[in-house]
T-cell receptor, first 114, second 109 residues
Framework: NAGVTQTPKFQVLKTGQSMTLQCAQD?????MSWYRQDPGMGLRLIHY???????DQGEVPNGYNVSRSTTEDFPLRLLSAAPSQTSVYFC?????????????FGPGTRLTVL | KQEVTQIPAALSVPEGENLVLNCSFT??????LQWFRQDPGKGLTSLLL?????REQTSGRLNASLDKSSGRSTLYIAASQPGDSATYLC????????FGAGTTVTVRA
C-alpha cells in the first residue's frame, strides 16, 4: 500500500490564482480530512469527509472547497489564493469517522502565495 | 471547543537521558489521544494511540500515559538518542482531531 499520497509537494502561486491540491489513499478508508499547519498554531482542520459524496466544514474552511466523488480521492481546491493561505497542507485518512481508529497522514504540500 | 497545550515548546537533552513530553486538553470527553512525530519538512508519523479507556500504551522505548479526568497525557521516551530529535505532536480525538502546537526535541550527542 502507498498509504496517503499528496501532490504536488511544493507549489508557488500568485494572489488570485486557483489550484487543486490532490490527496489519495489506497486503504479503503471512509474518513478523509485536510489540515493546514502554521508555525506555532498546530494543525487546524479545514474540511473533512465521512465517505464518498459527503463533506463538511472544519475549523478554517473559508477560501477552500472540497468534493469526494470516490472513496480514494479527496482534492482540496483554493478558489482565489491569498497570502494568508501560505501554509503546509496535510491530508489524512482513517478507517471510520469518530471511531477508535488511528489517523494516517500524507507527506504534505508546501504552498506559498505571493 | 477543545484546546490542546504542549509544554515546553522546545527541549534539549544529552543523549541517554529520558524524555518527558506533556500534553494537556480542556475537555475530557474524548475517544482517544494520538502522539505523532514530525521531522523537519516531513509529514506526521503516528507513534502511539491511546484509547479513552486505557491508562497507558507502550511501543519499544516509548510509553504514553493518559489521565482523562485531569486532561493530561505524557509521552516518555527512554534512553534518548540523536535520532529522536524531532517535533512531537499530540492530538485529541473528540470526534474531530485537535492538535497541540508540538514540542521540538533536540538530543545532543
Amino acid at each position: 500500500n502507498a498509504g496517503v499520497t499528496q501532490t504536488p509537494k511544493f507549489q508557488v502561486l500568485k494572489t488570485g490564482q486557483s489550484m487543486t491540491l490532490q490527496c489519495a489513499q489506497d486503504m479503503n478508508h471512509e474518513y478523509m480530512s485536510w489540515y493546514r499547519q502554521d508555525p506555532g498554531m498546530g494543525l487546524r482542520l479545514i474540511h473533512y469527509s465521512v465517505g464518498a459524496g459527503i463533506t463538511d466544514q472544519g475549523e478554517v474552511p473559508n477560501g477552500y472547497n472540497v468534493s469526494r466523488s470516490t472513496t480514494e480521492d479527496f482534492p482540496l481546491r483554493l478558489l482565489s489564493a491569498a497570502p494568508s493561505q501560505t501554509s503546509v497542507y496535510f491530508c489524512a485518512s482513517s478507517p471510520r469517522r469518530g471511531s477508535l481508529d488511528e489517523q494516517f497522514f500524507g507527506p504534505g504540500t508546501r504552498l506559498t502565495v505571493l | 471547543k477543545q484546546e490542546v497545550t504542549q509544554i515546553p515548546a522546545a527541549l534539549s537533552v544529552p543523549e541517554g537521558e529520558n524524555l518527558v513530553l506533556n500534553c494537556s486538553f480542556t475537555d475530557s470527553a474524548i475517544y482517544n489521544l494520538q502522539w505523532f512525530r514530525q521531522d523537519p519538512g516531513k509529514g506526521l508519523t503516528s507513534l502511539l494511540l491511546i484509547q479513552s479507556s486505557q491508562r497507558e500504551q507502550t511501543s519499544g522505548r516509548l510509553n504514553a500515559s493518559l489521565d482523562k479526568s485531569s486532561g493530561r497525557s505524557t509521552l516518555y521516551i527512554a534512553a534518548s538518542q540523536p535520532g529522536d530529535s524531532a517535533t512531537y505532536l499530540c492530538a485529541v480525538n473528540d470526534y474531530k482531531l485537535s492538535f497541540g502546537a508540538g514540542t521540538t526535541v533536540t538530543v545532543r550527542a
